[in-house]
């Protein structure tokens, strides 16, 4: 197992390079000069030329990566031109909300997601399951940011229930009830993304309902729930697993959209602010963040694979 | 195509998401007859009615007529999908033919597309948008990038398999060339699964256009689209929830039409390659 | 009735809608089994042999089958009209059943042991020691090596041989009166099959059950039945003694099937087989379902389906035109026969709608 996970990360590397070769070689593929953006339309040539040899970026570019990967594998990305601290702080500031938000979610997802694909699949074909299905189309076309606007007008401006914007920060205050201004956030993001983990569970459940082995099950005299839940759900979790990185990309998209929309101070909001304050540092760091998370959430899938399929676990 | 209209009859709720996707496609055609008023006319006199005699579904924060911007905003809204469809399936198609048939190209072809994958598509598309800058080809290639992705995988993976297949393999031995194997034999084996996926395509491309046009990335605020209206209306949502009500519905709309006639064709689809097939 | 007749089946019929139409894959099926023999049921692929097995079972898919008509009397009570709840204690317990793939029919996440002691808790309040216990005797009982480890062994750690026997085992565990073995040496090697055959027959004698042995291959019928049920289409053609079957098939179906075992000795070059193809299944017929196949057919058969009569004591046949004694049978055929590539009667040969 552990020579498994070895090899999987061995593997990653030549991903991790070009990983970092994109997200480096974005910033120069802006038009116009960063230093100019930097130092603001007053500087002079000089300030610039300066400037820009004590950034190192009149070096070649090779030279210019090495010395940003260097800086990168030791935690330093560059400081934001915006807040002019650095941008592992600057994200790191933020990351609370976005945290605190995911995790909300995907409890959401899980609890909704799961037992209703579980019941629309084994109530196939019945007016149940076709509204379930119904519905969660419904939910899988709506804009996420559409959806909490509306949320939002109904539940926080006409009703006063919720707060409507912000997020007061609990690890500074302590107070768990600020947990309230992420609510109507989490029910928005959850939504398509419940969508999508019903339809895939009952995709999976349905597929796995038609093999040899789940026969073999029912031919034991095993009851229907039994049949249902250690046999057809238990195999049809490997799907549900594989499509975690999915779910993670779908979930970090609709991150962007719901903070801005509820102007939580997270790293999606970061992330919009930043690209319209044309700070490149930070959405620098921010994607790259996201893109290894995404890479360490897909090396987790492989290895629970191989936790819950015994005819990987030992080959 | 008959099994299509065959699925249809018994799925009825399929064929009204193929009337309203018809409907849209008329309204956006015919927009200059079926909206007299011009939907960049501002009347500042006439701000902000609700729908009404005069503006059926009222007036927007200049004024404008809600009705022409939503007949107007469809045939943008249609018209940037329609580019990112075709740009994403033709090279997707492209790449993934070329990947999969071609055993030295398969590893850095899906190494780099499955690194692209490696960047949520929104997030992708914000950062190629900050790159090329405001405007509609430019959203339309910063969402066809990020949706080429998936159109590339499903190439590939059925064109692996179809290599695989008994008789491409006798055409091959009979001398066929690769580019007739190619084009004769194994793209044609391609069309329906990549229609479905384009159909998908279509549906959440349009979603995700909606969100830069919101975020203030996507295409220039004077230009009406229906995510420009719903950006704009989030600003008025207490004085006038009709702004954001009304776009945001034909949107919805017309994400669940392709959806529901996506979901018809999918099962129509070969049971060989419909698990490759990523739609919600 | 006479109460050694374990399961009695009386005019079964067991439809699937689907939608192409209806398919009647088991359209009016009878036949007996009486307690302590093997009942062979034997007939091509597509005959409905499954669906007859299933249909006792109430496994058939649903809900688009069906059985629409008939009684399948077990030890004197109609499945047919029970409940869930009664058939949750008839299956795996009075009667299991065992498949054609090993390789798919076991779970590939569990252990076979934890396959087996789940099978025998469904039916005997015991805790998981005891169970185990009972498990590891079972596997011991199917002639398994080494079964202490082979309870903590996953499927696919297993030869499908193996396979087949631990699922042999897993059917067994809880003792059950009649075991339905639906093609279960199809998916193996030759030499596997004759020991799987074996222990079948052996098990039977010495556990007393009853056995119903669903095959395509009369050569498993010579060996392990005591009576044969040939089937096509969905019905029975004909019912005998396993020795008056062979010595004197009546339906021209039952003679076709003969023929086309291959004879060694006789080293014929060609393999003859019966032309033509299963009928469709779907809506409904008029007459003998094999009659566009027959070469014996008279006007008659594709106007009026045959009973299944008793022609001989105890041989039952459906059929217009049966052979006699002294009848010959397709031979002229055999030497006419002129498609190169001979055709068996094999797995995935029928036409399926
Ligand atoms: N769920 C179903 N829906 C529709 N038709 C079915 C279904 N199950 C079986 N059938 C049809 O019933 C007929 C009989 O099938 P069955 O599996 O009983 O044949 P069989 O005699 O067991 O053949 P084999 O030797 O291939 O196992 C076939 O034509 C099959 O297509
Ligand atoms: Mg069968």
Known sequence: ????????????????????????????????DPIQILLGDLATPEQVAAVREEM????????????????????????????????????????????????????????????????????????????????????ASIPTFWLGLTLMTFFAVKLKWLPSSGFPSIFQSGNWGNLRYLILPAITLSAPNSALIIRLTRASMLDVFKEDYVRTARA???????????????????????????????????????????????????????????????????????ALLYMAINLLVDIAYGWLDPRIRYS | MSGFLKMLRSRKIAIAGLAFLGFIVLMALLAPLVAPINPLDMDPANR???????????????????????????????????????????????????????????????????????????????????????GMVNVILAVGITYLTR???????MTLKLKEEVYIEAFRSAGASDL????????????????????????????????????????????????????????????????????????????????????????????????????? | MPSDILLSIRGLKTHFSTPVGIVSAVDGVSFDLTRGETLGLVGESGSGKTVTALSVM???????????????????????????????????????????????????????????????????????????????????????????????????????????RAMIAMAISCKPTLLIADEPTTALDVTIQAQILQLLRELKETMGMSMLMITHD????????????????????????????????????????????????????????????VPSLIGETKGCRFANRCPRALPRCTEEAPELVEAAPGHLVACWNRLGAGDEGPQDKRSSEAEPQSRRMTKGEGAQP
Not at chain 1, 117 to 133: E, F, H, N, V
Not at chain 2, 57 to 68: A, H, L, M, Y
């Open chain 1, 220 to 290: 034991k005299g095993l009851r229907e729930p039994v049949v249902n839940v250690f046999h057809v759900f238990r195999n049809s979790m490997n799907s549900l697993v594989s499509a975690l990185g999915f779910t993670f990309a779908g979930l970090v998209s609709g991150t962007v959209v719901t903070e801005t929309v509820f102007s939580l101070p997270g790293i999606g909001k970061l992330v919009v602010d930043s690209v319209l304050r044309r700070d490149y540092p930070v959405i620098q760091g921010i994607i790259l963040c996201i």
């Open chain 3, 218 to 277: 009369l050569g498993v019928i010579a060996e392990v039945a005591d009576k044969v049920a040939v089937m096509y289409g969905g019905r029975i053609a004909e019912y005998a003694e396993t020795a008056s079957l062979f010595a004197s098939p009546m339906h021209p179906y039952t003679r076709g099937l003969m023929d086309s075992i291959p004879d060694i000795e006789k080293e014929s070059a060609q393999l003859y087989s019966i032309p033509g193809t």
């Open chain 3, 58 to 164: 109430q496994l058939y898919a649903k809900p688009q089958g069906r059985i629409v008509a008939g009684k399948i009397l077990f030890e004197g009570k109609d499945i047919t009209a029970m409940g869930e709840k009664d058939m949750y204690n008839i299956r795996g317990n009075s009667i299991s059943m065992i498949f054609q793939e090993p390789m798919t029919s076991l779970n590939p996440v569990y252990t076979i042991g934890r396959q087996i002691v789940e099978a025998i808790r469904a039916h005997r309040a015991i805790d998981k020691k005891e169970a185990w216990a009972i498990a590891l005797e079972a596997l011991k009982q199917v002639g398994i090596p080494d079964p202490e480890r082979r309870l903590r062994s996953y499927p696919h750690e297993l030869s499908g041989g193996m396979r087949q």
């Open chain 2, 48 to 134: 902000l009615l609700p729908p009404g005699k005069g503006h059926i579904f009222g007036t927007d924060n200049f004024g404008r007529d809600i009705w022409s911007r939503v007949v107007y905003g469809a045939r943008t809204s249609l018209i940037s999908s329609v580019g990112v469809v075709l740009f994403s399936v033709s090279i997707g198609i492209f790449v993934g033919l070329v990947a999969g048939y071609f055993k030295a190209l398969n590893a850095p072809f899906m190494r780099l597309i499955d690194v692209m994958m490696a960047f949520p598509s929104l997030l992708l598309a914000l950062v190629l948008m900050t790159i090329f800058g405001r």
């Open chain 1, 56 to 139: 190192g970026l009149d070096k070649p570019i090779w030279v210019q990566y090495g010395k940003w990967i260097a800086g990168v594998v030791t935690g330093d990305m560059g400081n934001s031109i915006f807040f002019g601290q650095s941008v592992l702080s600057v994200i790191g500031n933020r990351a609370e909300t976005s945290i605190l938000l995911a995790l909300l979610t995907l409890l959401l997802i899980l609890f909704i997601g799961i037992p209703v694909g579980y019941l629309s699949a084994t109530r196939y074909g019945t007016k149940l399951d076709q509204s379930i299905s119904g519905i969660s189309m419904g939910f």
């Open chain 2, 151 to 157: 159109t590339t995988r499903i190439v590939y993976g």
């Open chain 2, 180 to 280: 007739r194997l190619l084009l004769k034999h194994i793209f044609p084996n391609l069309t329906s699964p990549v229609i479905v996926q384009a159909t998908f395509t279509f549906a959440f491309s349009l979603l995700d256009m909606a969100s830069l046009d919101f975020l203030g990335l996507g295409l220039p605020p004077e230009i009406p689209s229906w995510g420009n209206m719903l950006s704009e209306g989030s600003i008025y949502l207490a004085r006038a929830p009709w702004m954001l009500l009304i776009p945001g519905l034909f949107i919805v709309l017309t994400v669940l039409s392709f959806n529901l006639v996506g979901d018809v064709l999918r099962d129509q689809v070969d049971p060989r390659f419909r698990h490759d097939i990523k739609g919600v």
């Open chain 1, 1 to 32: 197992m552990l020579k498994f996970v070895l090899r999987r990360i061995v593997g990653m590397i030549p991903s991790l390079f070009l990983v970092s070769v994109l997200v480096f070689g974005f910033v120069h593929l802006i038009p116009g």
